[in-house]
């Protein structure tokens, strides 16, 4: 039973060999990670089988089957190790493997980059080579715009105050307060007298004014003496006309 799954590991490995990238397949290969874990038999005193899990377990974490993290974890359970010797050897594993084949992984990226720029230069080459022969001539973009020295002195005493300020900075002034306002200003008030209008008076009237006013008295008696008799006639010397013919028998005028 064991075996079979160590064959379907087997054949899931072979399938994600297949599936990395050139540069991470030639960074593996760089490196005999296979006969550091040989040497270890002599320096730790693991068993073949021992070996063997080793060999499995660090190929499914170098395709890309087996998480980093969970790496440790797998090598205690599969080679029956304790947890203090699992950290020791997968420290030990990552100095002596997994560090240097990263390190040759970025030592193929970084030539394929040259690798990549000297043919995207040449390539660049060859067709300039072509347009001249052709009678065809390109300037390129910096014989184009004329020297300005004085833009570049100005630029540089630009760039050396700025590294002075750097190196000195202008100590922080205080800021400035403004005056205080008061909330309420004392306003001066001034009384100003209405103009009183003088208007010239007459002499006899002002003499009139000035002398003593005196009223006459008048006295009033109160009897039946004084009521005053009406003139209106009386009743009994009022004679009423009767008239000679029937009113209803008169001849009209």
């Not at 040759?104 to 720029?117: C, D, G, M, S």
Request: hydrophobic share 35%.
């Amino acid at each position: 039973m064991a075996d079979n799954t160590i064959d379907l590991l087997e054949i899931k490995i072979e399938k994600a060999k297949r599936e990395l990238p050139l540069e991470t397949v030639n960074a593996i290969n760089a490196v005999d990670w296979k006969a550091v874990i040989l040497g270890l038999r002599e320096k730790k005193g693991y068993t073949f089988e021992q070996l063997g899990d080793l060999e499995l377990e660090t190929e499914l974490a170098l395709c890309g089957l087996t998480a980093p993290e969970n790496y440790p974890r797998e090598l205690e359970n599969r080679m029956g190790i304790s947890r203090a010797a699992t950290d020791e050897l997968a420290n030990e594993m990552n100095d002596l493997v997994f560090k240097k084949i990263r390190e040759e992984l970025i030592k193929n990226t970084e030539r394929k980059k040259v690798f990549a720029k000297k043919k995207e230069i040449k390539k660049e080459e060859k067709e300039m080579d072509i347009l001249n022969r052709a009678g065809i001539e390109i300037i390129e973009k910096n014989n184009m715009l004329p020297e300005i020295p004085e833009a570049d002195a100005l630029a540089n005493s630009k760039r050396e105050e700025v590294l002075k300020k750097i190196e000195k900075p202008t100590p922080p002034t205080a800021p400035v307060k403004p005056a205080e306002v008061p909330t309420s200003i004392p306003i001066p008030l001034t009384l100003v007298k209405p103009a009183t209008e003088v208007k010239e008076i007459n002499p006899l009237l002002a003499r009139k004014l000035s002398s003593s006013f005196q009223v006459g008295v008048v006295k009033t008696e109160h009897s039946l003496d004084n009521l005053t008799k009406t003139n209106a006639p009386n009743p009994a010397n009022i004679k009423t006309k009767i008239p000679n013919t029937d009113p209803y028998r008169e001849i009209p005028e």
